[in-house]
Antibody
Framework: QVQFVHSGAEVKRPGASVKVSCKAS????????IHWVRQAPGQRLEWLGW????????KYAQRFQGRVTITRDTSASTAYMELSSLTYEDTAVYYC?????????????WGQGTLVTVSS | EIVLTQSPGTLSLSPGERATLSCRAS???????LAWYQQKPGQAPRLLIF???RRATGIPDRFSGSGSGTDFTLIISRLEPEDSAVYFC???????????FGQGTKLEIK
C-alpha cells in the first residue's frame, strides 16, 4: 500500500531554514508528483508546491516563491521541502501528499506530517 | 485567488441521519478540480471525493459529492460515529497554479 514516512519534528529559530523529508513506498515514485501542504494551528490547509517525481520539475505557490525549494531523490524514493527565512507564522505541520494524476487535481495519499515549530 | 467558503462551520447530528456539507467558491471552479477530504484529530487528511463526484478507492457509497460552477456539496448518509471529523474541500486553479482549501466543516455525531 502507498505510504509516506516523514522526518522527525523540528524546532528552529526565526530566520533559520528547515528541510523536511518524506520517503515513499508502495508505488513507483517516478510515476507521480509529490506535493507539500502545511497546516498551521487554526488555519486552513495551505499548498506550498509540487515536484514531478520523474523529471523533477517544480511549481511553487507564488507566496512562497523564493523561500521554498522542493527536491527529490528518485533512488531513495524521497521528496524534500526546504523553507528558508522562517518566521513564527511558519509554525505548522508540513505534509507531503501524492498527486492523484491529471486531468483531475487532488491528493490521493498523504504522509503523517512533520511538525515544524519556530521559536526563539 | 479562488477562495472556498464552507458551511456550516459545525454540524451536530445523530447516527443514521444525513449530513449535507456545502463548499462555495468565489469564482467558477472546474468540476474536475474539486475534491473533498476527511481529517480526524492527529491524522493526515484522507481523500474522499475527487472531480466533484468520484469516490476515492475504499470510500463507502454513503459518501457522495455533487455540484458545479461555484457550488459543491458533500453528502454523508446513514451517519456513523466514526464519521466524526473535519471535512475540507479543495480546488485547483491553473493561472497561476494554486491549490486552495476551504476552512473546514466540523461534523459531530451525537
Amino acid at each position: 500500500q502507498v505510504q509516506f514516512v516523514h522526518s522527525g519534528a523540528e524546532v528552529k529559530r526565526p530566520g533559520a531554514s528547515v528541510k523536511v523529508s518524506c520517503k515513499a513506498s508502495g508505488y513507483t515514485f517516478s510515476f507521480h508528483a509529490i506535493h507539500w501542504v502545511r497546516q498551521a494551528p487554526g488555519q486552513r490547509l495551505e499548498w506550498l508546491g509540487w515536484i514531478n517525481g520523474g523529471i523533477g520539475d517544480t511549481k511553487y505557490a507564488q507566496r512562497f516563491q523564493g523561500r521554498v525549494t522542493i527536491t527529490r531523490d528518485t533512488s531513495a524514493s524521497t521528496a524534500y521541502m526546504e523553507l528558508s527565512s522562517l518566521t513564527y507564522e511558519d509554525t505548522a505541520v508540513y505534509y507531503c501528499a501524492r498527486d492523484g494524476g491529471s486531468p483531475e487535481y487532488y491528493f490521493d495519499y498523504w504522509g503523517q506530517g512533520t511538525l515544524v515549530t519556530v521559536s526563539s | 485567488e479562488i477562495v472556498l467558503t464552507q458551511s456550516p462551520g459545525t454540524l451536530s447530528l445523530s447516527p443514521g441521519e444525513r449530513a449535507t456539507l456545502s463548499c462555495r467558491a468565489s469564482q467558477s471552479v472546474s468540476s474536475s478540480h474539486l475534491a473533498w477530504y476527511q481529517q480526524k484529530p492527529g491524522q493526515a487528511p484522507r481523500l474522499l471525493i475527487f472531480a466533484a463526484s468520484r469516490r476515492a478507492t475504499g470510500i463507502p457509497d454513503r459518501f457522495s459529492g455533487s455540484g458545479s460552477g461555484t457550488d459543491f456539496t458533500l453528502i454523508i448518509s446513514r451517519l456513523e460515529p466514526e464519521d466524526s471529523a473535519v471535512y475540507f474541500c479543495q480546488q485547483y486553479d491553473s493561472s497561476p497554479p494554486l491549490y486552495t482549501f476551504g476552512q473546514g466543516t466540523k461534523l459531530e455525531i451525537k
